[in-house]
């Protein structure tokens, strides 16, 4: 089995093929979400604060994700996998953003980089596309903006803010990226977006009619009960469950219930070789 390029995306939109990305952040969760078919897997500096339990994005380092990378590339075997650029590997020049995309490439086994912004961000991307890593743009709610934008909040609303959006994307298509994300945009503009542009669009929060969806795995599985904005749909509730497991773990260990005869082994005849376990 080979692993989805960046082309094998951009043909899903020529045969009117839906696009399936969802984060991961390990190796065991990357193995799952391979699994299950998605064509793409996002290592997003979101880990930042589902991994890490921070705020924001904001103070996830290159290092971080080039560790991240590797972890789950070693899980994937047909999913394509983008590792993003965190805050400040790419802003300061098309030079430092084409060095840092490089050592994602080489140091965290990224098939392709995303990183926000659009005109803005198009000189870094067309460095990066130039030297032949495929770049995932990104535009709507760029959360690595957060503080300029005053929080998490929808972006293209009204006439200017859909014009400047729509430009946006589409000098992140001239720059040289191969897909779009649009987070948190009104799904008629996502729609008119998708429609505009030649390469892939994926959603997340932007609506039915983009060419593609993504979300983070904890949202999607329900690792945390406590977080449910409107854009996340839940298609499992597994923090329940995990912790139910967990506590049934403790109350065995307690009571001396668990480890039973069939999770011990006899030492009778002396040492023996233990099978691999992993
Ligand atoms: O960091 C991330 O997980 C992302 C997705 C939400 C698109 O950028």
Known sequence: MRRKTALDLQQLKADRQRI??????????????DAAGVDMVLVGDSLGMVFQGHADTLSVTLEDMAYHGRCVARGLQQAHLTVDMPFMSYQVSPQQALENAGRLVKEGSAQSVKLEGGQRSAPAIQSIVEAGIPVVGHVGLTPQSVNAM????????GEQAAQQLMEDAL????????CVVLEMVPAQLAAEVSAQLDIP??????GPDCDGQVLVCNDLLGFDSRFKPRFVKRFAELEEPMVEATRSFVEQVRSGEFPGPEHSFKGKSGPRKVAKLY
């Open 171 to 178: 000098a992140v298509q001239r720059a040289g990226a191969f």
């Open 150 to 157: 005053g929080g998490f909040k929808v972006q293209g609303r």
């Open 201 to 206: 669009t994926i959603g997340i929060g932007a």
């Open 20 to 33: 399936a990305m969802v984060t991961a952040y390990d190796y065991t969760m990357a193995r799952i979400v």
